[in-house]
């Protein structure tokens, strides 16, 4: 993943903290600190079911244990308000098909905040490579990525 000449060229970059059986993402998170990289992590608002995008600086400091038992920053971390920062966005699912089609979790918080970002923001599924699937049929509101990285390939399509 940082290899990526997106993830070499951005200086904002949206990422998650993995849990469960998705890739595991904390190394990467650390990489993007030590890189001087602004990171951003989500933290859900389950009240209007959206992902707020808040910057952290220290890991050990920053996070807790928040909605659906996912690691996130603390309330009162510092929000960012003007997506168009974000350079690069990173976002789990549960399969990808070859144009870009992801499937989450199922509550739709990706779909919201993915459609917020603008044109130039690159985004970055990352799954394993048995998450591929021939084809995702998407319902409306649900936003594909530019490309999906595995542990076997990376695929390359354009969302828009």
Request: glycine share 8%.
């Amino acid at each position: 993943m940082i290899r990526l000449s997106d993830y070499v060229r951005s200086r904002c970059i949206m990422l998650y903290w993995s849990c469960d059986n998705e890739v595991g993402t904390h190394d990467l998170v650390r990489t993007a600190l030590r890189d001087g990289k602004k990171v951003l992590l989500p933290r859900c608002n389950t009240k209007q079911g959206e992902i707020r995008a808040c910057e952290v600086k220290d890991l050990s400091s920053d996070l807790k244990v928040g909605a659906f038992g996912i690691w996130e920053p603390y309330e009162g971390i510092q929000e960012l308000c003007d997506f168009s920062e974000i350079d690069f966005c990173v976002v789990p699912g549960i399969a990808f098909d070859p144009k870009g089609n992801r499937v989450g979790r199922g509550l739709g918080y990706y779909d919201r905040f993915l459609s917020n970002l603008c044109e130039r923001t690159k985004t970055i599924g990352v799954g394993y490579a048995f998450q591929i699937v021939d084809k995702i049929y998407p319902t409306d509101g649900d936003a594909r990525v530019d490309k999906v990285v595995t542990e076997k390939e990376t695929l390359v399509w354009r969302r828009r």
